[in-house]
């Protein structure tokens, strides 16, 4: 049985993206409030497995987890993508008329932009968690109040789902990414059969030092499909730049790796794994 920690309570986007991945398998999930609790979780027990949100065709970045994800020293070991899709839900005897408040995660109030802005009567109001909006609301009888989660969730807490898929774009996706113990992960993903990684690396602050070492990774033929530059704390327009890049060829791979490193100030690779 493997141990996945989450954001979030059951009927969760990390609930149903972990049970997706790990489809068939038994798993236990381990409910966090916060990203912060996850990586601990793990840093307690090298046994559990880490499932994090990390970017929103949408949204965009999770910034926060990008540096979460340095900092815990974990190691990737695969990625998942998940259709988004809401609903507005409420207590059974709760009708239109009678509702006053919407609660959810700030990502899921702005994904709904539209849906909300026709229902000008009903206050938004930012929750930790989408299924934990739902569950607050059953657990207290919460009248008045709705929340937007999974339609799954709705029904796990045994509240009415008034209307479904009222996401703005439904072309909305979220990508997961699965993180272990380093020692752990060899066992989670055969190292042959990968052929994405994400890295982080910092450049020296000169003139051109980013597109060198892009244009080695286009000369061993390495696809890079995200770019991400975060601030470095304490050093004035520096910059981490978190790049993900996928591969045909691990030889070559691997050599592309060996060619950057002089060029950066520090590389790390983040994890190997096989593109969802």
């Not at 900092?71 to 059974?92: A, D």
């Not at 590389?267 to 969802?276: A, F, H, N, P, V």
């Amino acid at each position: 049985m493997k141990r996945i920690a989450i954001q979030g309570e059951l009927g969760s986007f990390h609930d149903i993206a972990a049970h997706q991945y790990y489809e068939g398998e038994q798993i236990q999930l381990i409910c966090c409030q916060t990203f912060e609790q996850v990586f601990e979780n793990v840093r307690r027990d090298p046994t559990a497995i880490a499932m994090l949100a990390i970017e929103n065709t949408i949204a965009g970045s999770l910034l926060h987890n990008y540096e979460l994800l340095r900092q815990s020293g974990t190691t990737v070991v695969g990625e998942h993508r998940l259709h988004i899709r809401h609903c507005i839900c409420c207590l059974p005897d709760d009708t239109w008329e009678t509702l006053q408040e919407v609660h959810s995660h700030p990502v899921a109030l702005m994904q709904c932009r539209n849906f909300l802005a026709n229902h000008p009567q009903l206050k938004a109001v930012e929750a930790e968690d989408t299924a934990g909006a739902a569950a607050y609301i059953a657990r207290h009888q919460c009248r008045g109040w709705a929340a937007i989660c999974n339609a799954e969730a709705a029904k796990m807490y045994g509240l009415k789902v008034l209307e479904d898929a009222i996401e703005d774009n439904k072309h909305n996706f979220t990508r997961f990414l699965i993180a272990s113990n380093p020692q752990k992960a060899d066992f989670l993903r055969p190292l042959e059969e990968t052929n994405k990684a994400s890295l982080v690396f910092s450049l020296p602050h000169e003139e051109g030092s980013l597109s060198k070492v892009l244009t080695i990774l286009s000369f061993y033929n390495i696809n890079m499909t995200k770019i991400q530059s975060l601030p470095i704390i304490g050093h004035e327009w520096e910059y981490m730049f978190y790049v993900d890049v996928t591969y045909s060829n691990l030889t070559r791979y691997r050599q592309s790796i060996d060619a950057i490193t002089p060029l950066t100030k520090e590389l790390r690779i983040l994890g190997e794994y096989k593109e969802s």
